[in-house]
T-cell receptor, first 109, second 113 residues
Framework: EDQVTQSPEALRLQEGESSSLNCSYTVSGLRGLFWYRQDPGKGPEFLFTLYSAGEEKEKERLKATLTKKESFLHITAPKPEDSATYLCAVGAGSYQLTFGKGTKLSVIP | EAQVTQNPRYLITVTGKKLTVTCSQNMNHEYMSWYRQDPGLGLRQIYYSMNVEVTDKGDVPEGYKVSRKEKRNFPLILESPSPNQTSLYFC????????????FGPGTRLTVT
């Protein structure tokens, strides 16, 4: 059974304080790893797809990386508007995505 | 604008009264899916569809039905809602499962009393 674990569950940062979110996974045959941002009461918003170990993708203050067992979402010099829940999901052999429970990020001015 | 739409956005109903939540996408995606999101449990897949007339169960299908008669539409049907189906529901679509990202609708908040 595919499993996705995200840590920490919640993270409070001061504005400008860089940090990383972790997504560890156990799947048979990774097809893609996905990062989403979700604001309260809204649908998840797609951020990145990673397909193979060593791959990296960047968007503004966010950078996602992938190894054979985990992915990191690095947040550089975060701003209050980066506050959200960040979800990780994996696609493997089945026709489904398996989601982690998310990391709730709060960036304090 | 490429999007997934859901209706209604908010719904309060009573136990046993059949309801349908509609979902439509304008991206010509073959794959569509329904999720429910509950505090502490995350996003869980209810049903998915690979294409027209092709549907299959996800992780939590009990108490739900779906149909895919047209490529763009994928309604979720609760024939006899119960209070444990109170949740936030999301429809999503993608070019294909597992490899391509899914695009989510805005959500439907359902309360069953």
């Amino acid at each position: 059974e595919d499993q996705v674990t995200q840590s920490p569950e919640a993270l409070r940062l001061q504005e400008g304080e860089s940090s990383s979110l972790n997504c560890s996974y156990t799947v048979s045959g990774l097809r893609g790893l996905f990062w989403y941002r979700q604001d309260p009461g809204k649908g998840p918003e797609f951020l990145f797809t990673l397909y193979s170990a060593g791959e990296e993708k960047e968007k503004e203050r966010l950078k996602a990386t992938l190894t054979k067992k985990e992915s990191f979402l690095h947040i550089t010099a975060p701003k209050p508007e980066d506050s959200a829940t960040y979800l990780c999901a994996v696609g493997a052999g089945s026709y489904q995505l398996t989601f982690g429970k998310g990391t709730k990020l709060s960036v304090i001015p | 604008e490429a999007q997934v739409t859901q209706n209604p956005r908010y719904l309060i109903t009573v136990t046993g009264k059949k309801l349908t939540v509609t979902c439509s996408q304008n991206m010509n995606h073959e794959y569509m899916s329904w999720y429910r999101q509950d505090p502490g449990l995350g996003l869980r897949q209810i049903y998915y569809s690979m294409n027209v007339e092709v549907t299959d169960k996800g992780d939590v299908p009990e108490g739900y039905k779906v149909s895919r008669k047209e490529k763009r539409n994928f309604p979720l049907i609760l024939e006899s809602p119960s209070p444990n189906q109170t949740s936030l529901y999301f429809c999503a679509s993608s070019l294909g499962p597992g490899i391509y990202e899914q695009y989510f609708g805005p959500g439907t908040r359902l309360t069953v009393t």
